[in-house]
T-cell receptor, first 116, second 114 residues
Framework: AQTVTQSQPEMSVQEAETVTLSCTYD???????LFWYKQPPSRQMILVIR??????QNATENRFSVNFQKAAKSFSLKISDSQLGDAAMYFC?????????????FGKGTKLTVNP | KAGVTQTPRYLIKTRGQQVTLSCSPI?????VSWYQQTPGQGLQFLFE???????NKGNFPGRFSGRQFSNSRSEMNVSTLELGDSALYLC?????????????FGQGTRLTVV
């Protein structure tokens, strides 16, 4: 079974600064997808960024980028120019590319605080 | 496009009762998954439905069940409620076959069992 580990329960960053959230995963599969989700106090999970394992190029979405290291099974999220609205719980998630299931395996999450 | 809609937003039930939660996916999405979120266990996968068929199931007791209708709307049911069933229940819809698009979540149903 696949597992996802987020080793930082809490992180804080100053507004306009850069922060990196860590995620490692364990799988024996070679093809899969990885995601970062944001959950603000409103509780709705919002998809931040996604990465296909077969792509070597790291995904980027505006101020959000990832560092995907397949051999190390690492998938970190970098938030540049942090804004107050980035404060939320961030979850790393894994989805197998086999079998067609949309099942996501989540890490425990990292609570990000943005200080003005 | 409208997002994923979950109803009701909040529920308070008594131990032993049963409850039904509803999820309307994004138009055109055929896969609906359910997750339970608690402070202790985090986000745990309950089950996934695709074209009215359960495609995958998590490690939950048989008191947890679900179904999907022909319009892709889904319901989950929890019978004989226990205090430990208090949680945020999240529904996610996906455009199955387009895995890289990711899953889109509703705002959840907060269930409190007293």
């Amino acid at each position: 079974a696949q597992t996802v580990t987020q080793s930082q329960p809490e992180m804080s960053v100053q507004e306009a600064e850069t922060v990196t959230l860590s995620c490692t995963y364990d799988t024996s599969e070679s093809d899969y997808y990885l995601f970062w989700y944001k959950q603000p106090p409103s509780r709705q999970m919002i998809l931040v960024i996604r990465q296909e394992a077969y792509k070597q190029q790291n995904a980027t979405e505006n101020r959000f980028s990832v560092n995907f290291q397949k051999a190390a099974k690492s998938f970190s999220l970098k938030i540049s120019d942090s804004q107050l609205g980035d404060a939320a719980m961030y979850f790393c998630a894994y989805r197998s590319a086999q079998g067609g299931s949309e099942k996501l395996v989540f890490g425990k999450g990292t609570k990000l605080t943005v200080n003005p | 496009k409208a997002g994923v809609t979950q109803t009701p937003r909040y529920l308070i039930k008594t131990r032993g009762q049963q409850v039904t939660l509803s999820c309307s996916p994004i138009s055109g999405h055929r896969s609906v998954s359910w997750y339970q979120q608690t402070p202790g266990q985090g986000l745990q996968f309950l089950f996934e439905y695709f074209s009215e068929t359960q495609r995958n199931k998590g490690n939950f007791p048989g008191r947890f069940s679900g179904r999907q209708f022909s319009n892709s709307r889904s319901e989950m049911n929890v019978s004989t409620l226990e205090l430990g069933d208090s949680a945020l229940y999240l529904c996610a819809s996906s455009l199955a076959g387009q895995g890289t698009k990711g899953a889109f979540f509703g705002q959840g149903t907060r269930l409190t069992v007293v």
